[in-house]
C-alpha cells in the first residue's frame, strides 16, 4: 500500500528524487520516512518526517544533502537527493507510521545507483 517511485541511476555530484504514496485509507499520520539498504549492509535509517509538528531527522550520513517534505496529496512523502555519492547506492525503502508506535507499512524498495 506504499507505492514509490523517482529511483534510478545518477552520477556522482546529481540528484534525484523519491516519492512514496500510501494508497490506502487512514484517518491520519503520525509520520512518514525512508530507510535504506546498501549493498552487503543492513537496513539503516535515512530520514523520518513527523505530520503533526513537522519534525524532521537526517542521518548523519545524509545531514545537509537530502531533505524530505509532505507532498501535495495527503499520505505522500518526497525525498529530494542532493551532491548523491558513490555510498547512497542503496535500495531505499518508504515506511509509515499511522500509530506513533513505528513503521508498519513498507514500500516495495526502489534502486538508486550512484556512480
Known amino acids: 500500500q506504499l507505492v514509490e517511485s523517482g529511483g534510478g541511476s545518477v552520477q556522482a555530484g546529481g540528484s534525484l528524487t523519491l516519492s512514496c504514496t500510501f494508497s490506502g485509507t487512514t484517518d491520519s499520520t503520525y509520520s512518514m520516512g525512508w530507510v535504506r539498504q546498501r549493498p552487503g549492509q543492513d537496513r539503516e535509517g535515512v530520514t523520518v518526517?513527523?505530520?503533526?509538528?513537522?519534525?524532521?531527522y537526517y542521518d548523519d550520513t545524509v545531514e545537509g544533502r537530502f531533505t524530505i517534505s509532505a507532498g501535495d496529496a495527503k499520505n505522500t512523502v518526497n525525498l529530494q537527493m542532493d551532491h548523491l555519492r558513490p555510498e547512497d547506492t542503496a535500495v531505499y525503502y518508504c515506511?509509515?507510521?499511522?500509530?506513533?508506535?513505528?513503521?508498519?507499512?513498507w514500500g516495495q524498495g526502489t534502486q538508486v545507483t550512484v556512480s
Open positions: 518526517l513527523y505530520f503533526g509538528s513537522g519534525v524532521t
Open positions: 515506511a509509515a507510521d499511522f500509530t506513533g508506535r513505528g513503521f508498519q507499512y
